[in-house]
């Protein structure tokens, strides 16, 4: 079974601070993804990472970073966060495969303040 | 570039009601389509997905046909339970951006009443 846990699974954070959500995959995928979910727009991409030490801009980047060390771990960083990135985050992985199935991790709640 | 549209936001029906949630697309080529489902508290997961023109997807008593004339691939249940209460999303993989990136759309979120 497919496994992606994220961390912290939920945060308060103060505007201006800066915050590290966390992901872990034990799929041995290649490819993963943070994506953040609002109501009314969905699920929209943020970074992605095809390998390790690289990571790609997704559809709205802006105010994020993205680290992944490792196949296993990918971390996206708000370096000054903001009332606007009050979200929930998911993390996803991929494989090579070509079904193109996405496994999602249960989320990270975050509250800016 | 690539996207989705769910005209849905939010459905409510009875149980045994017959569900459809909207979906169309526009992208070059022919794009997989997916139907994610995400359970209160949990990440979204595949429902099913489909690649080529009149392939049909199902899963758990939910289908979809892949449409290129109309660029559609609508959400279909004859039968509609409580346990089916969740937020629905469909998706494709971009052809805009490589192919290993997904545009999802908004989401509807479907609420049955038992």
């Known amino acids: 079974e497919a496994a992606v846990t994220q961390s912290p699974r939920s945060k308060v954070a103060v505007t201006g601070g800066k915050v590290t959500l966390s992901c872990h995959q034990t799929?041995?995928?290649?490819?993963m993804y943070w994506y953040r979910q609002d109501t009314g727009h969905g699920l929209r991409l943020i970074h992605y990472?095809?390998?390790?030490?690289?990571?790609e801009k997704g559809d709205i980047p802006d105010g994020y970073k993205a680290s992944r060390p490792s196949q296993e771990n990918f971390s996206l960083i708000l370096e000054l966060a903001s009332l606007s990135q009050t979200a929930v985050y998911f993390c996803a992985s991929k494989g090579q495969t070509n079904t193109g199935q996405l496994y999602f991790g249960e989320g990270s709640k975050l509250t800016v303040l | 570039g690539d996207s989705v549209t769910q005209t849905e936001g939010q459905v409510a029906l009875s149980e045994e009601d017959f569900l459809t949630i909207h979906c169309n697309y526009s992208?070059?080529?022919?794009?997989?389509l997916f139907w994610y489902v995400q359970y209160p508290g949990e990440g979204p997961q595949l429902l099913f997905r489909a690649s080529r023109d009149k392939e049909k997807g199902s899963s758990r008593g939910f289908e979809a046909t892949y449409d290129k004339g109309t660029t559609s691939f609508h959400l279909r249940k004859a039968s509609v339970q409580e346990s089916d209460s969740a937020v629905y999303y469909c998706a494709l993989r971009r052809t805009d951006t490589g192919y290993q990136n997904f545009y999802f759309g908004k989401g509807t979120s479907l609420t049955v009443i038992p």
């Open positions: 990472s095809y390998v390790a030490d690289s990571t």
């Open positions: 992208a070059s080529g022919y794009p997989t």
């Open positions: 799929n041995n995928h290649d490819y």
